[in-house]
């Protein structure tokens, strides 16, 4: 492992600054070789890669002020992984092309300094996600379909430790969070008579110090899993699903559960339950699939939703705590169109991401189905659910989408709080809604604005909101790569709903 470590005089301790709404940056390539990282409060890290292999990175402020820059050399062909923010420094991934090693960079939040990491890594591991703080890094992944993880410690002369969770059935990662001194791992496990969250308290060593084994109600399956921090305790939220699938064998989910470690509890939420899902329906298609559930239901069954849900994230507002998410299904085409005709990401050289098909394919779906490929991800709608401290479901609203694929799974829902109010944004035909919700969950206004209006400063107005990203409070910002008198430039734009 070697480990480099630069220092630059910061720009700009020297000359005056001040407030502005956007910024526009000369970048040497189009939008597959930047990449804009939301720092929340701490403002906004650029980084843009060169064709000849140097690696720009700048630091902006709230202020749309450049703060400082710095560069670093890279393999020419090198992909774009992953990200991961703790409050301090920003880790990101890269991968050359070829190697059997990723790149690990370390990079300070507050002044031009960063990392340098060499994680040897065995080929054929897949990726699936990292965390870290400033002691340790750890990657999880899977090698050979069993759960792989790579733990480094952030001190020089420190060697990566392997840690492989081979068991009977399958035992697929779902998720890692990273604290003092301790790592948490959380897993499904499934055999053929049980299906369980396996939750597991790790050292920097990778030893286990505990592991805690959660089984999924009877006729029922765990389909997802993520990690939450609460001021009450850590929770584990995902989906589930019938434990009988439906004629393609791959399972839909039914709802989601809310699993608290710190009591042992499981809170179960079914889709029927939820007042305004399913809000891309027609009133007559509503009615129909009401009939249809509560025909099963008398029959003593459960209708089997052919839907997929991803969570995004979690809020807490007062007491409630707001799951938010995107309901979606997997679409697939004709192979004889070829596979690897991705589409183009907005993340500079970020490839088909291998989690989707390795790790989750459980439910996200397969790469192929029949005579057919994977075409994406088509999103139904955004959804918000209030959850009351008791477990019941105190108000849930939902958001109905027109044509929106993504390739990998993200959130299009962004989603922010006031003091008094939440306030839910997404874009649609190059237009930005603005949802404003009560705290008890009542639509409070609804409005929308263009990018005509945002005053981009392009005599091509092409800027869609497909970079739009929650900044910090109840501000938001939306970036792009935008082609101007033969050059092109990165804007990245301050937005105030």
Not at 14 to 33: M, R
Not at 325 to 334: M, T, V
Not at 449 to 470: G, R, T
């Amino acid at each position: 492992m070697r480990i480099k470590i630069f220092l630059f005089l910061l720009i700009g301790l020297v000359a005056p600054t001040f407030a502005q709404n956007i910024v526009n940056i000369p970048v040497p390539g189009n939008s597959n070789q930047v990449r804009a990282v939301n720092l929340k409060d701490s403002g906004i890290i650029l980084l843009d890669k060169s064709s000849e292999g140097v690696l720009r990175i700048q630091k902006w402020d709230t202020d749309l002020n450049k703060q400082w820059e710095t560069r670093t050399e890279i393999p020419e062909k090198t992909n774009y992984i992953d990200e991961y923010f703790d409050g301090r420094f920003l880790y990101i991934i890269l991968e050359p092309k070829d190697a059997r090693n990723f790149i690990l960079l370390k990079i300070s939040s507050a002044f031009a300094a960063f990392q340098r990491f060499d994680f040897p890594l065995s080929k054929g591991f897949q990726y699936g996600f990292f965390a870290a703080n400033d002691e340790v890094i750890c990657l999880g992944g899977a090698v050979k379909n069993e759960p792989f993880l790579a733990i480094l410690e952030t001190v020089p002369g420190s060697s990566p430790k392997f840690v492989s969770g081979g068991s009977k059935g399958t035992l697929e990662l779902q998720a890692l969070h990273v604290a003092d001194k301790t790592i948490y791992a959380s897993f499904i496990h499934q055999t053929k008579k049980s299906n369980e969250l396996v939750f597991r308290e790790m050292d920097y060593n990778g030893k286990v110090l505990s592991s805690n084994n959660i089984p999924a109600k009877e006729d029922n399956i765990f389909l997802s899993a993520k990690y939450f921090e609460h001021v009450d305790g850590p929770l584990l939220v995902g989906n589930y699903g019938l434990a009988k699938t439906n004629s393609n064998s791959i399972p839909s989910s039914q709802g989601i559960f809310v699993h608290k470690l710190s009591v042992n509890k499981t809170n179960y939420y079914n889709f029927s339950a939820f007042k305004n899902l399913f809000s891309f329906m027609s009133e007559r298609q509503k009615e129909r699939l009401d009939k249809q559930v509560e025909k099963k239901k008398n029959q003593g069954r459960e209708y089997n939703f052919d839907y997929r849900l991803f969570i995004s994230g979690l809020q807490f507002v007062g007491e409630n705590t707001l799951v938010v998410g995107e309901l979606f299904q997997p679409e697939y085409r004709s192979r004889n169109y070829g596979y690897y005709g991705f589409a183009p990401s907005m993340y500079w050289g970020r490839p088909y991401l291998y989690n989707y098909y390795g790790m989750f394919s459980n439910w996200y779906g397969y790469p192929y189905r029949n005579s057919q490929v994977f075409d994406g991800f088509k999103y139904l709608e955004g959804v918000i659910f209030a959850l009351a401290p008791d477990g019941t479901l105190a108000w849930d609203q939902a958001y109905a989408y027109k044509n929106i694929k993504y390739y990998d799974l993200q959130s299009h829902l962004k989603v922010s709080q006031t003091e008094d109010k939440t306030i839910a944004l997404y874009s649609e035909s190059k237009r930005l809604k603005v949802n404003e919700i009560s705290l008890r969950g009542q639509s409070l206004a609804q409005r929308e604005f263009d990018p005509e209006s945002l005053d981009l400063q392009f005599a091509n107005k092409k800027s869609e909101f497909s970079n739009f990203e929650h900044w910090y409070d109840d501000v938001y910002f939306n970036w792009g790569v935008m082609k101007k008198d033969g050059q092109h430039v990165c804007f990245i734009q301050k937005i105030i709903p």
